[in-house]
């Protein structure tokens, strides 16, 4: 299920000087939107499975570049929590 106000924040983050200001302060800008406890606790652990499962995959990548993790790091905690495709045959 999407979380509108996750999602506004991430969208919201798209903007330079909101994406700086978060940077900055994450619990100031936080305290704007009426995001759930379990989803503070998810954006403070950078906790990319949560995450995936509230927002597009868009935004949340987008989400993770403003909070300044790496690609390869992103991707790599992406696919921890990836489904497994069965084997072959």
């Given at each position: 299920?999407?979380?509108?106000?996750l999602?506004k924040?991430?969208f919201d983050?798209q903007?330079?000087?909101?994406?700086a200001?978060?940077?900055?302060?994450?619990?100031k800008?936080?305290?704007?939107?009426?995001?759930?406890?379990?989803a503070k606790?998810?954006?403070?652990?950078?906790?990319?499975?949560?995450?995936?499962?509230?927002?597009?995959?868009?935004?949340?990548?987008f989400?993770?570049?403003?909070?300044?993790?790496?690609?390869?790091e992103?991707?790599?905690?992406l696919?921890?929590?990836?489904?497994?495709?069965?084997a072959?045959g």
């Open positions: 299920m999407r979380d509108y106000w999602s924040l991430f983050l903007t330079p000087a909101t994406g200001e978060y940077r900055a302060d994450r619990n800008v936080l305290a704007r939107y009426q995001i759930s406890p379990e606790t998810a954006i403070m652990n950078d906790d990319v499975g949560e995450l995936s499962k509230r927002v597009n995959p868009y935004l949340l990548r989400y993770f570049v403003v909070a300044g993790m790496s690609e390869a992103f991707l790599k905690r696919r921890a929590v990836a489904p497994k495709e069965p072959p």
